[in-house]
């Protein structure tokens, strides 16, 4: 079945710095998603593309829907430390199923 | 305010024992979803319901079970028969309609089977 590849896995930054994290895929999806979970706690949406090219912005957030609708890229800039947690992608297949396929994950750690 | 409401937030279970965790929303939603999570993993979808009274079989469908009687509530039974009960599980809805599939989440109810 369909698969994301989400990297990195992991990572430490010092607060203030930005932060990069992209999925890719071999196929490809008609909605890419980004949600961030808290320790503990239900995934929440942060951004949601829809087109190929779409980049969209969320205060501090940036995703961008790749061209080839094979991947997505999600740039937080100037970190805070209530960024910690992790930050999934998910991706919609087309074909008309309901069923996201998601990323495992990438876990951020702020620095104050 | 909508939402989703999962319930218990922390559940004990000794081997051998059925459980059920609660799902209802009230988001007038179409679909709901149960997905389990476990460290490092991303999220595995083990049953879906677009519509009342209709279910379907997800990745990870074995050892679990699912009722849909009402469009509100889409309760999941972890049996016996599941043999790594322990893990994470979130339920989640949509609108439901192709192309608009966005979820949303449920904050979680942590199964520890001992």
């Known amino acids: 079945g369909q698969q994301l590849n989400q990297s990195p896995q992991s990572m430490f930054i010092q607060e203030g710095e930005d932060v990069s994290m992209n999925c890719t895929s071999s196929?490809?999806?008609?909605?890419w998603l980004w949600y961030k979970q808290d320790p503990g706690e239900g995934p929440v949406l942060l951004i949601a593309?829809?087109?190929?090219?779409e980049l969209t912005s969320n205060g501090r957030l940036t995703a961008q829907f790749g061209i080839t609708r094979k991947d997505s890229f999600l740039n937080i800039s100037a970190s805070i430390p209530s960024d910690v947690g992790i930050y999934f992608c998910a991706g919609l297949p087309p074909g008309g199923s309901e069923k996201l396929v998601f990323g495992k994950g990438m876990k951020l750690t702020v620095n104050p | 305010d909508g939402g989703i409401t999962q319930s218990p937030k922390y559940l004990f279970r000794k081997e051998g024992q059925n459980v059920t965790l609660s799902c209802e929303q009230n988001l007038n939603h179409d679909a709901m979803y149960w997905y389990r999570q476990d460290p490092g993993q991303g999220l595995r979808l083990i049953y879906y319901s677009q519509i009342v009274n209709d279910f379907q079989k997800g990745d990870i469908a074995e050892g679990y079970s699912v009722s849909r009687e009402k469009k509100e509530s889409f309760p999941l039974t972890v049996t016996s028969a599941q043999k790594n009960p322990t893990a994470f599980y979130l339920c989640?809805?949509?609108?439901?309609?192709?192309?608009?599939?966005?979820?949303?989440f449920g904050a979680g109810s942590r199964l520890t089977v001992l």
């Open positions: 989640a809805s949509s609108i439901g309609r192709a192309g608009a599939n966005v979820l949303t």
């Open positions: 593309l829809y087109k190929a090219g």
């Open positions: 196929s490809i999806f008609n909605t």
